[in-house]
């Protein structure tokens, strides 16, 4: 799968996802890739790098991108049928 099926099969599935998705469907995945765009948004802006906590907090902005990425990373392999992007 290319980058750019990944890329219009996020589309897709923000377009026919509902606003009531559950929370491992594709509406909530696309909401958090958006969050971490917003995240990654303010670090930029902002001239910081991510905010991390010691311990680690479900809040922290590495670990809300990472997840989101790592959920989006799934969600193209199970469309492109198991195969790795």
Known sequence: MSVED?????????ADAPASASPHGSGALVV?????RRR???MARE???????IPAQPT??????CS??????????QN????RP
């Open 6 to 14: 990944g890329f219009a099969f996020l589309q897709v599935a923000r």
């Open 80 to 83: 492109a049928g198991g195969q």
């Open 47 to 53: 001239g910081r790098g991510p905010r991390m906590s």
């Open 60 to 65: 922290d902005d590495d670990l809300q991108i």
């Open 68 to 77: 989101a990425l790592d959920e989006a990373i799934e969600a193209l392999r």
């Open 40 to 42: 990654i948004s303010a």
């Open 32 to 36: 958090k890739l958006q969050e971490a």
